[in-house]
């Protein structure tokens, strides 16, 4: 079992980096904001109020609940080793909990059925009961169907039941949501939405890269490929560590515009990129809450665009106020966790008008990678060899450029690469299911930029 220090308490900081000079008339502010909790360590979550700016007490012994969601269908059982894997990869999951976390087990087929601790409850993790569930897992066999979204609505009732602060998923699945309505899927991830943030991993290659990363994407939790079951065991250990490490759930990023402005989208852009403009949710006058789920020590960046009214030279307004806010569990006043401005300033200076910000750049390229990526590998399947090499070519060049090498190499096993500065490439004749499966999984990872 991983052991876990006791914590301090996380502490949090926002950054706000933009080019505030705008010419005359015009009207889009761009910024990018960068979150960053540390000092929280790997204990478990927090319930006390915040004592000083930004800063939130640890709460005392074990804050967190964690269900495993185990793909048991049929298709599990092709080749035989896959399922093996699956049990093993879930007891090194189990071993890597803390003491006093909640946790159950949950076999996912054309129905979802608990495999431990049973009885619409969770087990607290200590050295019984962690045997008792490697135990039960040994039972475990493959068949049956697939119906992704009675997995989620059980892990949520059984979450649901528990008094704390941090609620997440671990999902696995082989294959595709074939056993229920596409909208029954949906209709469950909307259901859990704010209610627990799930990991969902991809075992082999017969699965929906768009069923996977859609769920990730809506319970605000990450998604990849194991393309080879052998490395499940490590997936999980490593799922079930960060899982560990979180501290503070449910925390939002509050934008207030004044009169007269707009957000135009707000974007998660590190580490993946991540569309929250449609997950706004009111706070008040002229303010919007955008989730960002649950936090360990780490930093993301948010690309945050803002419509304003256009003006003269020389005038300047606020653009917007951005907060990192804690909602209060009884419903109250929310806790601001950080604080930080997005400034309009009008000018003639030419020189200043037209630089731009250097981490706003980045990330714009960063966000349109991951779109040329996905179209490009549509096209691609839809037999547009030339659409998706100006596509493809174009992420190669993006990706160079902003010094992406882990997506440049996944790329360069789906095209040949004469001049990435240009993004001159080849379409390769065989790609491995696999490779272009991760390529796809993994369009939304960026790089951080450098400043």
């Known amino acids: 079992?991983?052991?876990?220090?006791?914590?301090?308490?996380?502490?949090?900081?926002?950054?706000?980096?933009?080019?505030?000079?705008?010419?005359?008339?015009?009207?889009?502010?761009?910024?990018?904001?960068?979150?960053?909790?540390?000092?929280?360590?790997?204990?478990?979550?927090?319930?006390?109020?915040?004592?000083?700016?930004?800063?939130?007490?640890?709460?005392?012994?074990?804050?967190?609940?964690?269900?495993?969601?185990?793909?048991?269908?049929?298709?599990?059982?092709?080749?035989?080793?896959?399922?093996?894997?699956?049990?093993?990869?879930?007891?090194?999951?189990?071993?890597?909990?803390?003491?006093?976390v909640s946790f159950a087990v949950v076999a996912g087929t054309h129905k979802a059925k608990e495999v431990f601790p049973g009885g619409g409850a969770l087990a607290v993790a200590d050295a019984t009961t962690r045997a008792q569930a490697k135990d039960a897992l040994r039972g475990l066999s493959a068949g049956g169907g697939t119906a992704i979204g009675t997995w989620l609505r059980l892990a949520d009732r059984l979450l649901s039941a528990a008094d704390v602060t941090i609620r997440h998923g671990i999902l696995l699945t082989d294959g595709r949501n074939e056993h229920e309505e596409p909208a029954a899927l949906r209709a469950a991830l909307e259901a859990c939405a704010g209610h627990f943030t799930c990991d969902a991993r991809g075992v082999g290659t017969d699965w929906e890269v768009q069923e996977v990363t859609g769920i990730a994407s809506a319970l605000l939790g990450t998604a990849d490929i194991v393309a080879d079951p052998d490395g499940l065991a490590a997936d999980f250990t490593r799922m079930m560590e960060s899982a560990m490490g979180k501290e503070v759930a449910d925390v939002a990023l509050r934008l207030w515009t004044p009169q007269g402005s707009r957000i135009a989208f707000v974007k998660q852009v590190a580490p993946t990129v991540e569309e929250l403009t449609d997950r706004r949710t009111e706070a008040g006058p002229r303010a919007g809450d955008y989730p960002t789920g649950s936090w360990g020590d780490e930093s993301r960046d948010y690309h945050v665009c803002v419509e304003v009214p256009a003006a003269g030279i020389g005038q300047e307004m606020l653009a917007a106020r951005v907060s990192l806010v804690l909602p209060a569990p009884d419903g109250g006043s929310a806790q601001t966790l950080g604080q930080g401005l997005v400034r309009a300033v009008w000018t003639d200076d030419l020189a200043a008008t037209t630089s731009i910000n250097p981490q706003v750049a980045h990330y714009t390229g960063q966000a349109e990678l991951a779109q040329v990526i996905r179209t490009g590998l549509d096209l691609r399947k839809a037999g547009d060899e030339a659409g998706a090499t100006a596509k493809l070519g174009r992420a190669v060049q993006l990706a160079n450029a902003s010094g992406n090498t882990d997506t440049a190499k996944l790329l360069s096993k789906v095209v040949d690469v004469v001049d990435a500065a240009t993004g001159t490439v080849r379409l390769k004749t065989k790609v491995a299911e696999a490779d272009e499966m991760t390529l796809e999984t993994r369009s939304t990872k960026t790089v951080r930029v450098k400043r």
């Not at 599990?76 to 399922?83: A, F």
């Open 1 to 100: 079992m991983a052991n876990f220090a006791k914590s301090n308490a996380p502490r949090f900081s926002v950054d706000v980096y933009q080019n505030a000079y705008l010419p005359e008339g015009a009207r889009e502010v761009n910024a990018v904001v960068t979150v960053t909790s540390t000092g929280g360590g790997t204990t478990g979550g927090m319930t006390l109020p915040v004592t000083e700016p930004g800063r939130v007490p640890a709460a005392e012994g074990a804050d967190a609940a964690v269900v495993i969601m185990l793909d048991c269908s049929g298709s599990m059982d092709y080749p035989p080793t896959k399922m093996r894997n699956a049990r093993d990869a879930t007891a090194a999951a189990i071993d890597t909990l803390r003491d006093g």
